[in-house]
T-cell receptor, first 113, second 114 residues
Framework: DSGVTQTPKHLITATGQRVTLRCSPRSGDLSVYWYQQSLDQGLQFLIQYYNGEERAKGNILERFSAQQFPDLHSELNLSSLELGDSALYFC????????????FGPGTRLTVL | DQQVKQNSPSLSVQEGRISILNCDYTNSMFDYFLWYKKYPAEGPTFLISISSIKDKNEDGRFTVFLNKSAKHLSLHIVPSQPGDSAVYFCAASSLGAGSYQLTFGKGTKLSVIP
């Protein structure tokens, strides 16, 4: 158990819909990272937050957004969903903003029908 | 353009023998490297890391070797156990350049045969 929690574990929705994925980091960790794992692309970095502020952006679509709240939990919002958005979404956390070891949650499996 | 490559999608090893998983990278700005293990339906679990100022790091049965000139790293597991059967991901970041996100390889599936 990494100490990072993600909800829900599974999500099934239809194209065009909007969903919110939630992540709670390990106690004491200030950084939260979101990654997408699809069959053909492997694990891809989406976005990083540190203590409530956006720190880095990766291959995140404009239809996707995230935020980190004062209690340090984070939410990833996916809108106008397409079939290709079906993937595993992982959250990871670390102590600082300088990329020390990241610990991953169990993931949310999103299926878009 | 894959910056971190794991060229072997799978590897089978006998229990008790050494497992060697390889990883190559192309981005010379990478200065921190990690190995993660992943079981089905779980998130990646951190195994071991190495900074570019070192060429070896050891933790129990796991040793990571870094060859900067060849842009190559490897993970050695000795002795291999059936519980080591999982997908292993190599990852890299560029701490010195202020880039904290991890760039992952596509993974190598290790099967340890009893």
């Amino acid at each position: 158990d990494s100490g990072v929690t993600q909800t829900p574990k599974h999500l099934i929705t239809a194209t065009g819909q909007r969903v919110t994925l939630r992540c709670s980091p390990r106690s004491g960790d200030l950084s939260v990272y979101w990654y997408q794992q699809s069959l053909d692309q492997g694990l891809q970095f989406l976005i990083q937050y540190y203590n409530g502020e956006e720190r880095a952006k990766g291959n995140i679509l404009e239809r996707f957004s995230a935020q980190q709240f004062p209690d340090l939990h984070s939410e990833l919002n996916l809108s106008s969903l397409e079939l290709g958005d079906s993937a595993l979404y992982f959250c990871a956390s670390s102590v600082a903003s300088r990329g020390d070891t990241q610990y991953f949650g169990p993931g949310t499996r999103l299926t878009v029908l | 353009d894959q910056q971190v490559k794991q060229n072997s999608p799978s590897l089978s090893v006998q229990e008790g023998r050494i497992s060697i998983l390889n990883c190559d990278y192309t981005n010379s700005m990478f200065d921190y490297f990690l190995w993660y293990k992943k079981y089905p339906a779980e998130g990646p679990t951190f195994l071991i890391s190495i900074s570019s100022i070192k060429d070896k790091n050891e933790d129990g049965r796991f040793t990571v070797f870094l060859n900067k000139s060849a842009k190559h790293l490897s993970l050695h597991i000795v002795p291999s156990q059936p519980g080591d059967s999982a997908v292993y991901f190599c990852a890299a970041s560029s701490l010195g350049a202020g880039s904290y996100q991890l760039t992952f390889g596509k993974g190598t599936k290790l099967s340890v045969i009893p």
